[in-house]
């Protein structure tokens, strides 16, 4: 007689490691194959492709956009007639040697900047600042492009730029600079109305903070002006100087906060999230649950820093226990 197999027991699932499901959409959207193609001498594209033969280049063909049906131009340009857009994230030399390296070990430039019409009528790219560098490493003559006539897209830097992962100051510095130049160029725009560029408005605020101070700690910032900032309805400029008062608080906190960590540490206390443990005790909103699409604030941005910097002037060190850093440290490696 054959003794039964008992059924192995399935492992517990891990939390988070259930596939999501991606959701197609209902209806299709963009263009068909037929309507895509675009002849290199198209009227939509014929004064881009006399741009680039100007500045030293050749138009290779062109496409309408599968998706909005824009037309673009496919052309190699001289290296040196690109440049990134003036407000983008500064350039790391250590990224643009290592890419530089990658690209001579595979033979091939396979990925085309994007690149638009400049402020004074060369091309600026918003999203091949590393790749440009990487090809003047590597000598080359001339670098490939998608030729968009959208000059917009020069203000569509954070969507774009995929080549080198943005940290929270490369996206803040992006951002305030890109915000100084609308203003400039657009004086009557209000704020709201490049809520898709800036992403999110605590980035304004914490680019004023890293324009003053290069290494501002904005990671233990973050979560708090996210919960209270929010864009205005007031013109960019008007909005800019409203910013440059909250980040001249955010600066004091910081100065604050530091003077706390400093007697802790004096105290004993040892621990890579000191100061992270500190800035949550001084939040006025760190027990607000924010709830999906809520647009309202748990209090406005100027009374929460107001409020955070007297928390900070009167934190008491010796209420702290070295298990309330314990937990910290916890919940920040979850």
Request: net charge positive; glycine share 6%.
């Amino acid at each position: 007689m054959t003794a039964k197999k008992t059924p192995r027991k399935k492992p517990p699932a891990r939390r988070g490691s259930a596939r999501k499901r991606i959701t197609p959409a209902r209806e299709a959207r963009g263009l068909a194959a037929s309507d895509v193609a675009l002849a290199p001498g198209a009227v939509e594209v014929a004064p881009l492709a006399a741009e680039v033969a100007r500045a030293g280049g050749a138009a290779l063909g062109a496409y309408r956009e599968p998706l909005s049906g824009r037309p673009i131009l496919l052309a190699v340009l001289p290296r040196d007639a690109v440049e990134p857009t003036p407000f983008q994230r500064d350039l790391s030399p250590t990224h643009a040697k290592r890419l530089a390296q990658k690209i001579d070990e595979a033979g091939a430039f396979l990925d085309p900047i994007i690149v638009v019409r400049g402020a004074a009528g060369g091309f600026w790219t918003p999203n091949g600042r590393h790749r440009l560098a990487a090809a003047k490493v590597l000598g080359m003559r001339q670098i490939t492009a998608l030729v968009s006539p959208n000059e917009d897209l020069a203000f569509r830097i954070l969507a774009l730029n995929t080549e080198k992962a943005h940290n929270v100051r490369d996206r803040a510095m992006e951002v305030i600079r890109m915000a100084r130049a609308l203003a400039k160029r657009e004086p009557k725009a209000k704020e709201t109305d490049y809520a898709a560029q800036f992403e999110s408005p605590e980035l304004l605020t914490l680019g004023i903070a890293f324009e003053r101070e290069s290494r501002f700690a904005a990671g233990a910032y973050a979560p708090f002006l996210r919960k209270v900032d929010r864009f205005g309805d007031r013109t960019l400029p008007a909005a800019l100087r409203e910013r440059e008062g909250h980040a001249s608080r955010l600066l004091a906190i910081d100065a604050e906060v530091r003077k706390v960590v400093a007697k802790l540490e004096q105290r004993g206390f040892r621990s890579p999230y000191l100061r992270t443990y500190v800035v949550a005790r001084c939040n006025p909103v760190r027990f607000h649950k924010a709830k999906k699409g809520d647009a309202k604030p748990p209090m406005p941005v100027a009374e929460a820093l107001t409020r955070m910097l007297g928390a900070a002037k009167k934190f008491d060190v010796a209420a702290v226990r070295q298990q309330d850093l314990a937990l910290v440290a916890a919940v920040a490696s979850e």
